[in-house]
């Protein structure tokens, strides 16, 4: 190719993508500027339902996860390492004083110091799911010891929950199917159940009693089934990953090494149970909790790999939710999920104002709600089997596979 053709092509080239970045451009000002023209229909009516907002309109197709980053203020992505430092401190705070809560507390009061320390115990995960996004410091090697060091107190190992927690982000709300190739990645943080899981089941009536028991009586600890499944095992990892991985579980085994005996000595198996364990279910209660709320609901949709959108699944596939205040500081803000599912880079200090933009900019496509006891109910009772594009309970799911098999 001669020189004169080549910075020809590179001409076309740039006035090419000149057009597409005008057009963009437009897309994105006409989805801002629009009023909503129509309203989606959903099963639960508005005034029954506990969530506030719900998706006024479908996100259009013309529209990225970039288009919405770039209508965020740039504040929002700096790191600020004196309140990263700030949340350690809150929380070193916090947790202390917790477990002297419950070593003074009567019996009859130790539920409520052990919701107490589980809640303190959180925000020790939060600051680790900063430094695992590199949010923390503007440091790898800081936000990697950072990382360890925190997470391994809950024995959560971070190179394992980092590796898992990057293919969810890159995968939010991706539906997996049974007949799914080997190797297929799609959503591993959260996968609704499906009706294809009675197949093949001799008693499918039975199975459904026991699932709509387990889900609906402990589905406030289902995060420990996760860090069970995805977290220790190495088949999950590649060769390359390894290292760093077995890094992490030496961490979480130094500390439990440490931790536990100490425990013991001082006070037996019940100091074991009581100033670790209950703290540490406490902690997977929230877990469990911000994974159902921030991903799950009636109105939600789950796709095949062929028809998922990213910007659609962060921005309308994801919920916000309010807590009570004191929450949300021990917390660190992790309840404020949309903006941290349309950026990671995003620190949790400043998720807050970056909530604010979204609302601002793409309010009419977002879902919000506060947390009751009202949310969890419509959740579990409603969300209990996914099915060609909508949840129905396990009852309802039986009976279908049951009449397509008499049809059959």
């Known amino acids: 190719m001669s020189s004169l053709g080549f910075v020809g092509g590179c001409g076309g080239v740039m006035t090419s993508r000149k057009v597409q970045t005008t057009r963009r451009s437009r897309v994105v000002r006409s989805v801002i500027e629009a009023k909503p023209v129509e309203t989606v229909q959903y099963k639960i009516p508005e005034d029954e339902s506990a969530f506030r907002s719900r998706p006024a309109k479908v996100l259009p197709d013309g529209v990225s996860l970039t288009d919405v980053v770039r209508t965020m203020p740039k504040e929002v992505f700096e790191i600020d390492e004196r309140k990263s430092w700030l949340h350690v401190f809150v929380t070193a705070v916090a947790v202390p004083l917790s477990l002297v809560a419950i070593h003074f507390s009567p019996w009859y009061l130790l539920p409520v110091a052990w919701f107490l320390a589980g809640t303190a115990a959180t925000g020790i995960f939060v600051i ?244 009751s006891l009202k949310l969890c109910d419509e959740i579990v009772s409603n969300c209990q089997v996914y099915d060609d594009g909508e949840y129905v309970t396990y009852d309802e799911a039986e009976r279908r596979v049951a009449t397509q098999l008499s049809a059959n």
């Open 128 to 371: 680790g799911h900063d430094a695992g996004h590199n949010s923390f410091s503007k440091n790898q090697k800081l936000n990697d010891i950072v990382g360890n060091v925190s997470l391994s107190m809950l024995i959560y190992p971070f190179e394992p929950w980092r590796i898992q927690h990057n293919i969810h982000h890159r995968n939010t709300n991706m539906l997996r199917n049974r007949d799914d190739p080997e190797g297929f990645v799609a959503d591993n943080a959260w996968q609704p159940l499906q009706k294809s899981m009675f197949r093949g089941v001799s008693r499918p009536k039975t199975v459904a009693k026991v699932l709509k028991l387990i889900w609906t009586t402990l589905w406030y600890q289902l995060s420990i089934l996760h860090w069970v499944n995805y977290h220790f095992n190495p088949k999950k990892f590649t060769e390359k990953q390894l290292p760093k991985v077995k890094v992490s579980w030496l961490c979480c085994a130094i500390f439990a090494g440490i931790a536990f005996p100490t425990l013991f000595a001082l006070g037996g198996p019940w100091a074991f149970v009581k100033f670790w364990l209950m703290p540490w279910l406490g902690y997977h209660f929230w877990m469990s909790a911000f994974t159902l709320i921030h991903h799950t609901a009636p109105h939600i949709q789950f796709t095949d790999k062929s028809e998922w959108n990213a910007a659609k699944a962060q921005l309308s596939g994801t919920v916000h939710c309010d807590f009570p205040r004191w929450i949300e500081i021990l917390c660190h803000d992790i309840n404020v999920h949309i903006p941290h599912h349309v950026s990671t880079k995003i620190p949790s200090y400043n998720l807050k104002a970056a909530h604010e933009s979204i609302q601002k900019n793409w309010g009419q496509y977002i879902n919000e709600t506060s947390f």
